[in-house]
């Protein structure tokens, strides 16, 4: 099994960025011998906040986050989390607040790393 590592940045609105990044997990995660892992910092942890209404026929990057989960791990940058307000309980189900140090295991532990 091969073990990628998706690190993003970017916010989930307002460019393409996570939205591709999580196409590309979403398609790899459905893979059985891929292993994926989502790091998300920055801005991007606002895409774990659980609730979105998007107009319809917009893309929902909750709902492609959830497909990610399902089959993979995301982890939040707690202090990135903690500089936007974002709390704990407005998670997505299974995104978690996480470290650097976790960050630094998984980066060390990948076969992959793909930053967006």
């Known amino acids: 099994m091969s073990d990628i590592l998706f690190i993003l940045n970017e916010a989930p609105y307002g460019s393409e960025r996570t939205y591709n990044a999580l196409r590309l997990a979403v398609t790899l995660?459905?893979?059985?011998e891929q292993?994926?892992?989502?790091?998300?910092?920055?801005?991007?942890?606002?895409?774990?906040k659980a609730g979105?209404?998007?107009?319809?026929?917009?893309?929902?990057?909750?709902?492609?986050?959830?497909?990610?989960v399902s089959r993979g791990e995301v982890a939040l940058c707690g202090t990135c989390m903690?500089?936007?307000?974002?709390?704990?309980?407005?998670?997505?189900?299974?995104?978690?607040r996480s470290t650097m140090a976790q960050l630094g295991q998984w980066t060390a532990a990948a076969d992959k790393v793909l930053v967006f």
């Open 29 to 32: 995660a459905a893979q059985p």
């Open 52 to 68: 979105q209404k998007v107009p319809a026929g917009y893309y929902n990057v909750e709902t492609m986050l959830g497909k990610v």
């Open 82 to 96: 903690d500089a936007r307000a974002l709390r704990d309980e407005e998670l997505l189900a299974g995104c978690r």
């Open 35 to 48: 292993g994926v892992r989502l790091f998300l910092m920055a801005d991007a942890v606002l895409a774990a």
